[in-house]
């Protein structure tokens, strides 16, 4: 195995930015080109860096492999090791980093994996940064052998973009497989361990289907689970209950189950600290709720600094300057001009959080990245800032509906007084720093991760004007991830735990290509992106859950939720804010609720407002952000999960009459063959024109319409 060190020293290297940064003509800034200044090095600076990088791959790329002119490329893997100043105010945000254990020289230190995919000669990059933020430390570029043609990353390797990422979840279990970030742990002054309530849900999203005598603590072997730190059970609480919302906790005595693990029921009880065993079996088609005293937090929310720091490291640290063994330090080298960063569901939260705190300025105040691409976050952050943090947990209405990622004001980018709990604040509130934004999300966000939020009050009236840095776009008639049926897309699927059938691809790459280079031109050139197109900010686009329902076409085979999830604000005790903190309340208590809204549909049962993707211009079906419980695990007036619907056009308009469907069918909609590749033809022009769409991707999907059996 080949391991190559850098160690210890960052040189004084300063980047200018201009009086107020680059930014771009509509905040009134000038974007300026980057003027690297070198400076004298130094020996060990006062500040957040990395202090070691150890290489333990260095591999050709999909077999040495060129895309395009900028030829072949190599991966990199390895090891950052990072400390931070915890009295910085940068730092000091981080829940209980003064409580984490520090070096002679009072820093903290933790360590992360890390990939880097660069040009083999990086003469040929365009000398930028893109950085694929991993989701619960999943990277599809970690292990990949290729990328699929025509895909964002291949679009990425072609333009010459060296693309990184580092784990930032500490409780991710580290393997081969997931980059993983090593936090410390917190505790008192005097060595003994904090202790505090923490709070697991376990049902059919995190039980196997048949029941289960025991699980881990957090309820999958896949993250590390936090200690109880007393194993009487008379000491903690386990409930029961029939539904996520509306049915009453049921408590299950203390002589009934155990901490340990029991794979084939108490004879075989195993006691342990991180597992919990249920004698009499979980039933999965249940809901179980565990409160118990847990020790050790890990310091979650240095997560955000291993994403700052190592970006910062590449961006600006000089390639020339050498340890005692001779080995140059960055990789990269000194001419990385611009970073840009994206990242879907539980990392365009996280991304969103990022901004929030603001990690976007590192310890000298240079940005870390000039563009940011949260998708499929809806309203929502997924603070990792807390005590006894859980960032995989996600909050939707029929799953750990009132746990910590249904997150606090702010959930808008501009600055605004939320009505209900009083707060003003927003994410974008740095202008010196902060980066231009474009969040993508789909119709899933507004049913499930409360996407009005963001346009909308708690009292449904609109916010003011998107500070002028924000673009939101929405992907219309798109599940979360961006799944849709249709063109170019698979045939309906389905799920065990839901009652509709499921979506069969996703259109994700196509757009977030066209975001990219539009990213890249406002943040480099200062040419504006396209305009917001998101519901709410157009008349007609955003309706009340009971006009959707009652407005929704009756489609033979597909059930309709009864409401999308709610939010109350959420009180966690006298210790936690809108920055984050301790929660002492474990359930919390539930507030007032805000209103909540979802977008507007057609007499097709296809989103009205958003960018309207070729499925939805020239669709073959129609596809829903939404789908319902399978009745045999949940009712059906709950949400699964998600999960979309997607349901096809009858052909004729004597089989969609036979079975009683209200939409048009294929013939009547297109006529015959050629109609349908004219409708094609006609919405992928409309969307390059648009960009949202690229030129070599409307000529993909008309030449796909062409070949396509529809109507032949």
């Not at 691409?373 to 509906?401: K, W, Y």
């Not at 929405?474 to 599940?479: A, D, G, L, N, Y």
């Not at 389905?494 to 996703?506: H, M």
Request: with cysteine; proline share 8%.
């Amino acid at each position: 195995m080949e391991v190559t060190m850098w160690k210890g020293r960052e040189a004084k290297s300063e980047v200018v930015h201009g009086d107020k940064g680059w930014v771009s003509r509509v905040g009134g800034f000038t974007c300026l080109p980057l003027i690297a200044i070198a400076v004298a090095c130094c020996s060990v600076p006062a500040e957040a860096h990395v202090t070691k990088l150890v290489i333990t791959e260095n591999v050709p790329f999909a077999g040495g492999r060129e895309f395009g002119t900028v030829g072949a490329y190599e991966r990199l893997k390895g090891i950052a090791y990072f400390e931070v100043d915890p009295r910085d105010p940068l730092n000091a945000v981080i829940t209980d980093i003064d409580k984490a254990p520090q070096n002679a020289r009072g820093m903290v230190e933790f360590s992360s994996a890390f990939m880097i995919l660069k040009p083999a000669d990086m003469a040929k990059g365009n000398h930028k940064i893109f950085s694929t933020v991993n989701n619960r430390g999943n990277d599809g570029l970690l292990n990949a052998t290729s990328v699929v043609p025509g895909s964002f990353n291949e679009l990425l390797l072609k333009q010459g973009y060296t693309v990184v990422d580092v784990g930032w979840e500490g409780d991710r279990v580290p393997s081969a497989l997931v980059l993983a970030a090593n936090l410390p742990r917190a505790s008192h002054g005097d060595g003994s361990p904090i202790v505090g309530p923490m709070r697991i849900e376990y049902s059919d999203r995190n039980l196997p289907l048949a029941g289960s005598f025991d699980s881990t603590l957090k309820g999958s072997a896949a993250f590390l689970s936090y200690e109880t730190a007393d194993t009487n059970t008379a000491h903690s609480t386990l409930t029961v209950r029939d539904t996520e919302l509306g049915s009453r906790k049921t408590p299950i005595p203390s002589n009934r189950w155990a901490f340990g693990s029991c794979p084939t029921g108490q004879a075989s009880l195993v006691p342990s600290t991180s597992h919990i065993c249920y004698f009499d079996r979980f039933d999965a088609t249940k809901v179980y709720e565990l409160i118990y005293p847990a020790k050790n937090p890990i310091v979650m929310g240095l997560g955000h600094a291993t994403t700052r720091d190592f970006t910062s490291f590449l961006r600006y640290s000089v390639e020339d300057e050498e340890d005692d063994a001779g080995t140059p330090k960055n990789p990269l080298g000194t001419r990385i001009t611009r970073a840009y960063a994206t990242g879907c569901s539980q990392t365009g939260l996280y991304l969103r959080d990022f901004i929030f705190y603001g990690f976007n300025e590192d310890e000298r105040h240079r940005r870390a990245f000039e563009g940011i691409i949260p998708t499929c976050a809806g309203g929502m952050r997924n603070e990792l800032n807390v005590r006894f943090a859980d960032p995989d947990v996600f909050s939707d209405r029929d799953f750990q509906h009132d746990f910590m990622q249904t997150a606090f004001p702010p959930f808008t980018y501009g600055v605004v007084t939320d009505p209900i709990s009083g707060i003003t604040d927003g994410i974008l509130k740095r202008p010196d720093t902060d980066p231009v934004v474009m969040q993508l999300d789909s119709e899933s966000e507004f049913w499930q991760l409360m996407g009005s939020l963001q346009v909308r009050d708690g009292f449904g009236n609109p916010f003011p004007t998107l500070p002028w840095n924000v673009r939101l776009y929405f992907q219309s008639s798109t599940s979360h991830g961006f799944a849709t049926g249709g063109l170019l897309e698979g045939p309906s699927g389905s799920s065990a735990l839901c009652a509709n059938p499921t979506p069969g691809g996703s259109n994700f790459d196509n757009t977030l290509k066209a975001l990219a280079v539009a990213l890249d031109e406002w943040a480099d050139k200062g040419i504006e992106p396209p305009p917001s197109n998101y519901p709410g900010l157009k008349h007609g686009t955003l309706v009340r859950p009971d006009e959707f329902i009652a407005d929704f076409p009756t489609i033979p085979g597909i059930g309709v939720p009864t409401g999308p999830n709610t939010y109350q604000i959420l009180n966690w005790g006298p210790l936690y804010n809108s920055e984050g903190g301790i929660m002492s309340f474990q359930p919390p208590v539930s507030g007032p609720s805000y209103e909540m809204f979802v977008p507007k549909s057609n007499s097709d049962g296809l989103n009205v407002g958003g960018i309207r993707p070729i499925q939805v211009r020239a669709p073959l079906g129609t596809t829903m952000g939404w789908n319902i419980r399978n009745e045999k695990h949940r009712p059906q007036d709950s949400m699964c999960s998600l999960t979309g619907t997607y349901a096809p056009f009858a052909t004729t308009k004597a089989e969609r009459l036979a079975i009683g469907d209200p939409r048009p069918s294929l013939e009547e909609r297109y006529g015959d063959h050629d109609g349908f590749v004219d409708a094609v033809t006609k919405a992928a022009h409309e969307l390059v024109r648009a960009r949202f769409l690229l030129m070599e991707d409307g000529d993909k999907y008309i030449q796909a319409a062409k070949d396509s059996s529809v109507l032949k």
